[in-house]
């Protein structure tokens, strides 16, 4: 073998080396003197919206979102993120060897802001199976009020719609469309509520109920009593099988066995965690506070337990939970920490609706004003 041949082996030798000995450090390991081994460290990686926030690490002031904090070694810290005017958000984060853990954070304002959607008051407001579309009922004015002219042509039943891609701005192209007009029908008093696909409105005022396509004006309401029966049952059918496909749909064995034996089911916009609660709610325990309820995250294959809470809806982000309580709306992580409360005051039934893009929610509410007094929507900036 000839001196040539093993100095180029010897070299190749050492290159390889080198680059191994490179890319165990870019992966955070070191050798540590004290063990006499080389030991493997973590990284985090933290980003929030909005950006520029102070990270703070087992109370020590370390970088600002967005950023990577490397050579850590492998246990449980406290991460604290901060920014003025924000809520601050706080959780013990756990780091492997040789791993990175993403801390992706959303920071609610301290002080949102609230402000009037609608004026000519609100009533029966329900949300469609799809998240995207509010129906509501505008009111007949009452008889010697000023605006009764032109109140008298809004009322009826009206529908918002958001897409996805594209939410609700308070531009003219996006205002609200009203689908049925309270002239020879009064709608005042209807309770509504959609069919399984979201396209349609069912009014209900006594012994009558009118189906209204959802998308355009229904300048004849077709009253569908006879075949009421049917088309409940229809559209409990369509529910049941999109359900079904879901929960068929989820790999872990039981998981799915929770999914189809709980009483109360409700899925992640994004589908990959469910809220569950195995009982029933009693009739007595309607509108009380609900302790028990779980959500269960199918990709990490955990579960945690949410805050008690008269009713818990998912943000549409999937990474957040909105609580409702007397008096009180709060937003949590999907696993139940960093509760940050959003609104404290009045407002009408419970009702909640938040925007697709998760930028802000939706109240009922009215204030003890002449102007002001009757029920309507108003906005709540969450960015």
């Known amino acids: 073998?000839?001196?040539?041949?093993?100095?180029?082996?010897?070299?190749l030798i050492a290159i390889a080396a080198t680059a191994a000995v490179a890319i165990f450090l870019a992966k955070g390991y070191t050798f540590s003197a004290k063990e006499k081994r080389i030991v493997g460290t973590g990284i985090i990686t933290v980003s929030s919206e909005p950006d520029a926030a102070?990270?703070?690490?087992?109370?020590?002031?370390?970088?600002?979102?967005?950023?990577?904090?490397?050579?850590?070694?492998?246990?449980?810290y406290s991460v604290k993120i901060i920014k003025e005017g924000f809520i601050p958000w706080e959780k013990k984060?756990?780091?492997?060897?040789?791993?990175?853990t993403a801390v992706k954070v959303t920071l609610f304002p301290a002080i949102p802001t609230i402000y009037p959607l609608t004026f000519s008051g609100v009533g029966s407001p329900t949300l469609s199976p799809d998240g995207g579309k509010l129906a509501y009922i505008v009111p007949t004015p009452a008889a010697g009020n000023e605006r009764s002219s032109s109140a008298s042509r809004k009322a009826g039943v009206w529908v918002w719609t958001q897409t996805r891609n594209q939410p609700i701005s308070f531009a003219r192209s996006a205002e609200p469309h009203q689908i049925a007009?309270?002239?020879?029908?009064?709608?005042?008093?209807?309770?509504?509520?959609?069919?399984?696909?979201?396209?349609?409105?069912?009014?209900?005022?006594?012994?009558?109920?009118?189906?209204?396509?959802?998308?355009r004006s229904n300048d004849d309401p077709r009253d569908i009593t006879p075949i009421l029966s049917a088309t409940l049952k229809t559209w409990e059918e369509d529910t049941k099988s999109k359900d079904e496909a879901r929960i068929l749909a989820i790999a872990d064995r039981g998981f799915?066995?929770?999914?189809s034996s709980s009483a109360i089911l409700r899925w992640s916009p994004d589908e990959t965690k469910f809220m569950a609660r195995k009982e029933p709610l009693l009739e007595q325990e309607k509108g009380q506070t609900v302790s028990d309820l779980k959500v269960y995250d199918l990709e990490d294959k955990k579960e945690y337990l949410l805050p008690a809470a008269r009713n818990h809806m998912w943000l549409p982000d999937s990474r957040h939970i909105i609580?409702?309580?007397?008096?009180?709306?709060?937003?949590v992580d999907f696993d139940g920490t960093n509760k940050a409360v959003i609104?404290?005051?009045?407002f009408h039934d419970d009702f909640v609706y938040p925007w697709l893009d998760s930028s802000r929610l939706v109240i009922?509410?009215?204030?003890?004003?002449?102007?002001?007094?009757?029920?309507?929507?108003?906005?709540?900036n969450l960015k």
Do not use: C
């Open 323 to 331: 609580l409702i309580e007397e008096g009180t709306i709060s937003i």
């Open 181 to 215: 007009q309270s002239i020879n029908i009064d709608f005042s008093k209807a309770t509504l509520a959609w069919s399984a696909d979201s396209k349609q409105v069912l009014a209900t005022m006594g012994d009558n109920n009118y189906l209204l396509e959802a998308d």
């Open 343 to 346: 609104y404290a005051g009045s």
């Open 364 to 380: 009922i509410s009215s204030f003890p004003t002449p102007t002001a007094s009757e029920p309507n929507l108003y906005g709540i």
């Open 54 to 76: 102070s990270v703070f690490v087992d109370g020590h002031l370390t970088t600002a979102t967005n950023a990577t904090i490397s050579s850590l070694a492998p246990k449980d």
């Open 1 to 11: 073998m000839s001196k040539k041949f093993i100095i180029t082996i010897i070299t």
């Open 93 to 100: 984060i756990t780091v492997k060897e040789g791993l990175v």
């Open 256 to 259: 799915r066995q929770i999914a």
